[in-house]
């Protein structure tokens, strides 16, 4: 009953630092996503991937890297983090595109750039 | 761009009563909607999922209907209960998109 799991849960880094969050689902799902919730603001997509082998932005995309590596695993990296990206991340995945089927989340990544 | 809005942000209800939920979104050319369990510091598990074609879907203490045409939709919780307190969100899903509303934060008092 995995479903989704997400890599680290916490992590604390400092200015210009890099990291990679993983991301995999055991549902066979096609789609995957990547959001960020912060106080205030909602749920707000970063990345997205349609089906194996594609990626998209979404709504702040800025800052950030994906790589759907096969169908299982979606990894997010923040190549220089900065302190706007401290927040709690949030991997989802879905059996349809476009945002049409019932989304599974992982349990969240929290992330404080110091 | 859809907007969902969820009022209010916080609410308290004592134990036993029924829980009732807005959730409102501005274009009514929507191809489903979810309402989510948000649990401090977990993510977020589906309640249940209302299809554009649907009116209400039903899952035990819970019923969700749907009215497209103005724009909203009731969560619904039969005979509250502690364990019932968490954050609820809607969220609806149209052009290749899905929008979150940004909860409803629900403390039920034993």
């Known amino acids: 009953n995995a479903g989704v799991t997400q890599t680290p849960k916490f992590q604390v880094l400092k200015t210009g630092q890099s990291m990679t969050l993983q991301c995999a689902q055991d549902m066979n799902h096609n789609s995957m996503y990547w959001y960020r919730q912060d106080p205030g603001m909602g749920l707000r997509l970063i990345y997205y991937?349609?089906?194996?082998?594609?990626?998209d932005k979404g709504e702040v995309p800025n800052g950030y890297n994906v790589s759907r590596l096969n169908k299982r695993e979606f990894s997010l990296r923040l190549e220089s983090a900065a302190p706007s990206q401290t927040s709690v991340y949030f991997c989802?995945?879905?059996?349809?595109?476009?945002?049409?089927?019932?989304?599974?989340f992982g349990e969240g990544s929290r992330l404080t750039v110091l | 761009k859809q907007e969902v809005t969820q009022i209010p942000a916080a609410l308290s209800v004592p134990e036993g009563e029924n829980l009732v939920l807005n959730c409102s979104f501005t274009d009514s050319a929507i191809y489903n909607l979810q309402w989510f369990r948000q649990d401090p510091g977990k993510g977020l598990t589906s309640l249940l999922l209302i299809q554009s074609s649907q009116r209400e879907q039903t899952s035990g203490r819970l019923n969700a209907s749907l009215d497209k045409s103005s724009g909203r939709s009731t969560l619904y919780i039969a005979a509250s209960q502690p364990g019932d307190s968490a954050t609820y969100l809607c969220a609806v899903s149209g052009n290749n998109r899905l929008a979150f509303g940004k909860g409803n934060q629900v403390v039920v008092i034993p």
């Open positions: 991937s349609a089906s194996e082998g594609t990626t």
């Open positions: 989802a995945s879905s059996a349809q595109t476009g945002g049409t089927g019932e989304l599974f």
